[in-house]
Structures are given as C-alpha cells and as structure tokens.
C-alpha cells in the first residue's frame, strides 16, 4: 500500500503564502500523476493542480499564477507553493498519487489525509 503525507497548512493572512509538502511511502515502484484538490465547506472537491512524471502541469482557472506545483520523483514528494493567498483559498487541501505499486500491474488513485489551510481576511 502507498501512504501519503501532507504538512504545511495552517492560518495566514490575505495575501500571504504557505507551500505545502506531501511525501508518499511504501510500495511504490513508480509515480505517473502527483497532485492536489481542496474542498471547502459545503462545496465539492475540486482538482487544484497535478504534475505528470513527463514534467506537465495543470492548475486550476482560480489559482493560476498564484500557485506553483512542484515534485521531487527521487523523494516522492509533491509541493504546492501558495502565493497571494485569498479567503476563498481556505480549505481542507488534500495531495493525492496515481502510482503503481510492487507486484501491481495497474496505477491506483491514492489520497492523503488533508491538510487544513485557512486565510483570514
């Protein structure tokens, strides 16, 4: 199984930044798509960015220019620098790999336990 990690969130001012970490474990034996979703209070989860192994990314319309996903394959950890942080940011951000495990033939979805970012107006 693959257990992933988050740290990072916490309280910020508008306009502030946080970078969120999230490190994945166990049997892994390879990583395709690494990336995050938020879901806020009483709204739908939604995808906020992802990062293929081939180096592309794709963020969300609302967090475009603001937020930067990064990725360390030989750790296998994924980051999203948050900048110019705004009050319809906060949420529970959850950091999420489609990986391949040992023994496995196929890629599965895997999820994190979510980390809380909250920015005050």
């Known amino acids: 199984q693959v257990q992933l990690v988050e740290s990072g969130g916490g309280l910020v001012q508008a306009g502030g930044s946080l970078r969120l970490s999230c490190a994945a474990s166990g049997s892994i034996f390879s990583i395709n798509v690494m990336g995050w979703s938020r879901q806020a209070p009483g709204k739908q989860r939604e995808l906020v960015a992802v990062?293929?192994?081939?180096?592309?990314?794709n963020y969300a319309d609302s967090v475009k220019g603001r937020f930067t996903i990064s990725r360390d394959n030989a750790k296998n950890t994924v980051y999203l620098q948050m900048n110019s942080l705004k009050a319809e940011d906060t949420a529970v951000y959850y950091c999420?790999?489609?990986?391949?495990?040992?023994?496995?033939?196929?890629?599965?979805?895997?999820w994190g336990q979510g980390t809380q970012v909250t920015v005050s107006s």
């Open positions: 990062s293929s192994l081939d180096g592309r990314t």
């Open positions: 999420y790999c489609n990986t391949r495990t040992l023994g496995v033939r196929n890629y599965d979805d895997y």
